[in-house]
């Protein structure tokens, strides 16, 4: 079974340091690009970031453009989102996915004194 | 930076008649590789997105086949043949041809 399984949300306070974590199963990330997405409470989709296959191109949108880095462990399977000086928008459920394979249930990011 | 347009953003349906959702790029949507990154995702209340169409037309795994996908270069359509009361959420399209940009989504709902 395709599967993507997101880990490392929880409560931070404003300008802490996060890093979330994509476990993926039954496909290989190598072949494909990445990407993280979110959804602040009550909101649509915002695309984050992604990745290309060997991690030599990122990109991401603007607000979060030199606080967010994306990267991969193709070995391990995995994708990864180091979060740093996290705001309160910054609080939203993120996602990884692929997306013509798999997205992921999402975990939690709450930015709160 | 490539714009998403949906409509409508509201859709009530009867159970069982048919309900399409348009969705527009700014820009063409056709990848140099000769793919067009077009996705529909559903969203029921409380659940995380769910894939259901990819590259404009084809069906995700799992997914029933009263929904399909159509269009090109900048004009897209969702439809559901008969609507269920399962398929009531919120429906987005999603480009990943550059970068990756949402739309509104639109909110299906039952008369």
């Known amino acids: 079974e395709v599967q993507l399984v997101e880990s490392g949300g929880g409560l931070v306070q404003p300008g802490g340091s996060l890093r979330l974590s994509c476990a993926a199963s039954g496909f290989t990330i190598s072949s494909y690009w990445m990407i993280w997405v979110r959804q602040a409470p009550g909101k649509g989709l915002e695309w984050v970031a992604n990745?290309?296959?060997?991690?030599?191109?990122?990109y991401y949108v603007d607000s979060v453009k030199g606080r967010f880095t994306i990267s991969r462990d193709n070995a391990k399977n995995s994708l990864f989102l180091q979060m740093n000086s996290l705001r309160a928008e910054d609080t939203a459920v993120y996602y990884c996915?692929?997306?013509?394979?798999?997205w992921g249930q999402g975990t939690l990011v709450t930015v709160s004194s | 930076d490539i714009v998403m347009t949906q409509t409508p953003l509201s859709s009530p349906v009867t159970l069982g008649q048919p309900a399409s959702i348009s969705c527009r790029s700014s820009q063409s949507l056709v990848h140099s590789d000769g793919n067009t990154y077009l996705s529909w995702l559903q969203q029921r209340p409380g659940q995380p997105p769910r894939l259901l169409i990819y590259k404009i037309s084809n069906r995700f795994s799992g997914v029933p086949d009263r929904f399909s996908g159509s269009g090109a270069g900048t004009d897209f359509t969702l439809k559901i043949s008969r609507v269920e009361a399962e398929d009531v959420g919120v429906y987005y399209c999603?480009?990943?041809?550059?970068?990756?940009?949402f739309g509104q989504g639109t909110k299906l709902e039952i008369k």
């Open positions: 999603m480009q990943a041809t550059q970068l990756g940009t």
């Open positions: 990745i290309n296959q060997d991690g030599s191109e990122k």
């Open positions: 996915a692929e997306t013509t394979v798999a």
